[in-house]
């Protein structure tokens, strides 16, 4: 069975840093990894989706990347801004059909 | 386009009350997903939809939960004789899936928020 887990909990952290955001898996046999940032009241947001044969992926200031054989991926935030606070979920997809089992979740501050 | 949408955003029932959740999933998106967060908890998986495929229900916690879904469009999730740890955001998903991709990105919807008291 396929278990996520997201560190740290919360981070805080001025406005303009850079900063990685942990999420390990234990079954290598993944087919898919997604990151989302879910905002309070809101539904999820999709920000990076990793193919299995892929190392990684680029948004904008996003960069995430996958290592199966670790069981690791990190959400990379370039030049924070306080539009980031958000709470930052990874989910790693097992089946073809792409269950996703999702971490417990990062929430972000970035403060002025 | 339009995104997932969902009804009610909002639901507060009594102890033992039957509810239904309603997902619009995007157009032209077979597969359809839904999930549950709890507070403090992460999100769970309930079921999966993928066109006229017998849907997969690993996911639901008892038999006072099922779901229907007709063709490639609505879905109804429904809790019967609630409880209160039914509470919870229910997010529904949908994405595009064919026979030329293994790899689905996933679009939530806004969710309902569930409260049993």
């Known amino acids: 069975k396929q278990e996520v887990t997201q560190i740290p909990a919360a981070l805080s952290v001025p406005e303009g840093e850079n900063l990685v955001l942990n999420c390990s898996f234990t079954d290598s046999a993944i087919y898919n990894l997604q990151w989302f940032r879910q905002d309070p009241g809101k539904g999820l947001t999709s920000l990076l989706l990793i193919q299995s044969s892929q190392r990684e992926q680029t948004s904008g200031r996003l960069n995430a990347s996958l290592d199966k054989s670790s069981g690791r991926s990190t959400l990379y935030i370039a030049a924070s801004q306080p539009g980031d606070s958000a709470t930052y979920l990874c989910a790693g997809g097992g089946t073809s059909y792409g269950k996703l089992t999702f971490g417990q979740g990062t929430i972000l501050t970035v403060h002025p | 386009g339009a995104g997932v949408s969902q009804s009610p955003s909002n639901k507060v029932t009594e102890k033992g009350k039957d509810v239904e959740l309603r997902c619009d999933p995007i157009?032209?998106?077979?597969?359809l997903y839904w999930y549950r967060q709890r507070l403090g908890q992460g999100l769970e998986f309930l079921i999966y939809f993928q066109g006229n495929s017998a849907p997969d229900k690993s996911g639901l916690p008892s038999d006072r939960f099922s779901a229907e879904r007709t063709g490639e469009s609505v879905s109804t999730l429904t809790i019967q004789r609630t409880q209160q740890e039914d509470s919870a955001v229910y997010l529904c998903a949908s994405s595009l899936q064919s026979g030329r991709s293994l790899y689905y990105e996933q679009y939530f919807g806004p969710g309902t928020r569930l409260t049993v008291t």
């Open positions: 157009s032209g998106h077979t597969a």
